[in-house]
């Protein structure tokens, strides 16, 4: 079973416009974690927030973690075509990663 | 620096066979993960090994084995194949020291049980 959910399911957006997806989960976390996967194939560690940690940044990611509400939300600034891929947001306890379904992000020249 | 290798890349094999997986960690991390992703899910954690022994399980039956060697590199056996079995496999690599809290992904096996 899947810990988080993300919302949207799928996002299409123009080149240089924001993109926003949200993850929800249901149990206790050490930390919460933001992967990107394109086209199928290995994952990529974009950023990683801690239960204590409220915001944080890298580049043109920023991710907030709401522990009271369950939730936590990924934005990527400016996209750029390349930003094209399927997003996981992926919740760490106990050793192991428990990930959402994912959202599909395309953005369009 | 290399970082997570798996191999094969793809695998065709039949119901009722037995499959081996394999995995390299990156450099200086010595635990080892394993998930299965069916299409269109997310990664499912299957189990991880450190210092050679199985440390955590997902809820995977037991037809999902796996070792881990001295030099950290891992192999994950399924055996009695069902067609639910098709998936990507992904390989992560983290370090035990401080918070061992990112995994590495390798690029995955993508198996086909027919």
């Known amino acids: 079973s899947q810990q988080g959910e993300e919302d949207p399911q799928a996002l299409s957006i123009q080149e240089g416009e924001n993109a926003t997806m949200n993850c929800s989960y249901k149990t206790s976390i050490n930390n919460l974690q933001w992967y990107r996967q394109n086209s199928g194939r290995g994952l990529v560690h974009l950023i990683l927030?801690?239960?204590?940690?409220r915001e944080k940044h890298s580049g043109r990611l920023r991710v907030t973690l709401d522990t009271s509400k369950k939730s936590s939300s990924l934005l990527i600034t400016a996209s750029r075509a390349a930003d094209t891929a399927s997003y996981f947001c992926a919740t760490g306890f106990d050793y192991k990663l428990s990930f959402g379904a994912g959202t599909t992000v395309t953005v369009r020249a | 620096d290399a970082g997570v290798t798996q191999s094969p890349t793809h695998l065709i094999k039949t119901r009722g066979q037995q499959v081996t997986l394999r995995c390299s960690p990156k450099s200086g991390h010595d635990t080892v993960s394993w998930y299965q992703q069916a299409l269109g899910q997310g990664p499912q954690f299957i189990f991880q090994?450190?210092?050679?022994?199985?440390?955590q399980r997902g809820n995977f039956p037991d037809r999902f084995s796996g070792h881990q060697f001295p030099n950290y590199s891992s192999e994950l056996n399924v055996n009695a194949l069902l067609l639910g079995d098709s998936a990507l496999y992904l390989c992560?690599?983290?370090?035990?020291?401080?918070?061992?809290?990112?995994?590495?992904f390798g690029p995955g096996t993508r198996l086909l049980v027919l």
């Open positions: 927030i801690r239960s204590n940690e």
């Open positions: 992560a690599s983290s370090f035990s020291g401080g918070t061992q809290e990112t995994q590495y």
């Open positions: 090994y450190y210092e050679e022994e199985e440390r």
